[in-house]
């Protein structure tokens, strides 16, 4: 188990930078978050009606070997 950071957010992460940007018109944003270093990702999809872009390359069966960034967005019905 990982013990919380100083004030329990992703920023505590070492190695970890984190940006977003919102457009409170058409109700959506962005968020990236950039390794320092490569590093090795998983997904876990939940949620009614989630909807992903090329998660499938992070499948065990698929040969991702790392990762840079993470892109996390919205805009749909449901977020």
Known sequence: MF??????LITDVA???VGNAADARLKSGVTALLCDDP??????VL???????ETDL????NSVQE???IVLSGGSAFG
Do not use: M
């Open 3 to 8: 013990r919380a950071g100083p004030r329990n």
């Open 15 to 17: 190695g970890l930078r």
């Open 39 to 44: 590093a090795v990702a998983g997904v876990q």
């Open 47 to 53: 949620g009614g009606a989630p909807g992903t872009r």
């Open 58 to 61: 992070l499948e065990p069966q």
């Open 67 to 69: 990762i840079h960034a």
